[in-house]
């Protein structure tokens, strides 16, 4: 597939459909590379609206879909800084989160970095991006953001990243990020540095150290081992389901690591108890790929559910005109994940 960059802008109670295709030279292409962040948002009403937007990107052999859930702040009567509620969870983040409520400055910028969760190969945040003069339009303005990029060990290891941003008030803006990782052992007490920067200039960076032990204790997987060919004969096995407190994601791996597939794959069934459940596919990098459950259409997998059957569907991905096709048909048997 051709290296394009398919940018999807959508509210949060819409379901995606459409993706834009905007031009982009070999500079920003290289920017792009390095990170990729939430950008443009709509405004829902003059004091309390939702911003969201989400980037996918196709690049080599490296793709990023939206979010499968996506938060409701206009139904808040208080704006949230705590990431379970920012991220739509149910559950008690409380045991796994690290909590650093520190702040830089520059430019009269400040970024204060609330709350992180590590999940294995994903670094979830909390940050706030407070304005130096009063703006309450500021989103709809089209106002740059924070960008972040993740080190561990002096070493680069954030390839992507997807969330959404709410202006809390006319100085405050709260973001929720979803930061993809290349691969490290979160088990380990890990050395992160977050560094911030707007419009390629460095704000400055965050120290601090975290591990996901706790919440891999806490994660329940199961082997899978299914395999569906593409129509370009690409295969794509499916070999790993997991569960957890952030939700419930299952893993593939494609004969073509070098380059991304040219289908979208959903995974659509049902559980034991009748519940509808659906995965999509998240991201894709060097031939590794992750599908989270889509929680706007069926919420997650039910606690009391004990098997799910799912079927495997594909999408031609759009080549020149954006639009995401909806004529998905199924690509393969049904086969059953035990989740208890």
């Known amino acids: ?6 940018t999807l802008l959508n509210e949060i109670d819409n379901q995606p459909d459409s993706y834009e295709i905007p031009q982009v030279s070999d500079l920003e292409m290289k920017k792009w590379k390095k990170q990729f962040s939430s950008r443009r948002v ?3 009403s003059r004091k309390k609206y939702v911003a969201a937007a989400a980037i996918v990107c196709i690049l080599g052999g490296s793709l990023l879909f939206p979010p499968a859930q996506f938060i409701a702040y ?24 690290t909590m650093v409520g520190k702040s830089i400055s520059k430019d009269g910028y400040t970024v204060t970095l609330n709350d992180v969760v590590l999940d294995e190969n994903i670094l979830y945040i ?28 002096g070493k680069m290891v954030s390839w992507g990243a997807s969330g959404g941003t709410e202006q809390a008030d006319d100085y405050n803006l709260v973001s929720s990020r979803r930061m993809s990782l290349d691969s490290i052992d979160a088990s380990q007490n890990l050395d992160i540095e977050l560094h911030y920067s707007m419009g390629g200039k460095s704000i400055g960076s965050f120290s601090f150290t975290a591990t996901g032990k706790d919440l891999m204790a806490s994660t329940y997987t199961v082997s899978l081992d299914t395999t569906i060919t593409l129509p370009d004969k690409t295969a794509i096995r499916f070999y790993k389901y997991s569960s957890n407190a952030m939700g419930q994601r299952i893993y593939f791996k494609t004969s073509t690591p070098d380059t991304v597939p040219a289908y979208h794959i959903l995974l659509k069934g049902e559980d034991n108890l009748g519940n509808p459940v659906e995965f ?16 706007l259409e069926n919420g997650y997998v039910s ?12 999408a ?3 080549q020149e005109s954006g639009q995401m096709s909806n004529d998905y048909q199924p690509a393969g048997d049904s086969f059953t994940v035990t989740v208890k």
Do not use: W
């Open 1 to 6: 597939m051709n290296e394009q960059i398919y």
């Open 42 to 44: 709509s405004r829902r």
């Open 74 to 97: 206009a139904g808040m009567k208080t704006v949230t800084y705590n990431l379970s509620q920012l991220l739509g969870i149910q559950k008690d983040l409380s045991p796994y989160r």
């Open 126 to 153: 909390s940050d706030t991006f407070t304005l130096p003069q009063k703006n309450e339009n500021f989103l709809e303005q089209g106002g740059t953001l924070a960008d972040v990029n993740v080190f561990i060990n």
């Open 280 to 295: 999509s596919i998240r991201t894709i990098h060097t031939g590794i790929g992750c599908m989270e459950v889509d929680t």
């Open 303 to 314: 606690d009391d559910a004990q098997t799910l059957t799912l079927t495997p569907y594909i």
């Open 316 to 318: 031609k991905m759009p």
